[in-house]
Nanobody
Framework: QPQLVESGGGLVQPGGSLRLSCVTS????????IGWFRQAPGEDREGISC????????YYRDSVKGRFAISRDNAKNTVYLQMNSLKPEDTGTYYC????????????????WGQGTLVTVSS
């Protein structure tokens, strides 16, 4: 049974940084792309970043490009999202998701979702 567990969220001031972690188990991690989605209060979930299985290629939504960095450690079955220069509009619940492939920053063939971790950017 695939499992994904996010951590690292919290309250941060505008301009600050956070690093989210997504620890996975129950599947062959290196064979899957992993995506990060977020859901702002009252809005739909949106994909923001994806990292491919082969070559660990990163992709980003324009709104986070240059500020966020996605990476994966296949030895630890973990994906990270380093978030810098955070803005109030980055506030939301962040989810990591198992998938089949990256279509630019969007994850395709969605599988299991994590439970989410809340990020609040506020002064």
């Amino acid at each position: 049974q695939p499992q994904l567990v996010e951590s690292g969220g919290g309250l941060v001031q505008p301009g600050g940084s956070l690093r989210l972690s997504c620890v996975t188990s129950g599947f062959t991690f290196e064979n899957y792309a992993i995506g990060w989605f977020r859901q702002a209060p009252g809005e739909d979930r949106e994909g923001i970043s994806c990292i491919s299985a082969i070559h660990s290629l990163p992709y980003y939504r324009d709104s986070v490009k240059g500020r966020f960095a996605i990476s994966r450690d296949n030895a630890k079955n973990t994906v990270y999202l380093q978030m810098n220069s955070l803005k109030p509009e980055d506030t939301g619940t962040y989810y990591c998701v198992q998938g089949g492939y990256c279509s630019d920053w969007l994850l395709g063939a969605l599988g299991t979702w994590g439970q989410g971790t809340l990020v609040t950017v506020s002064s």
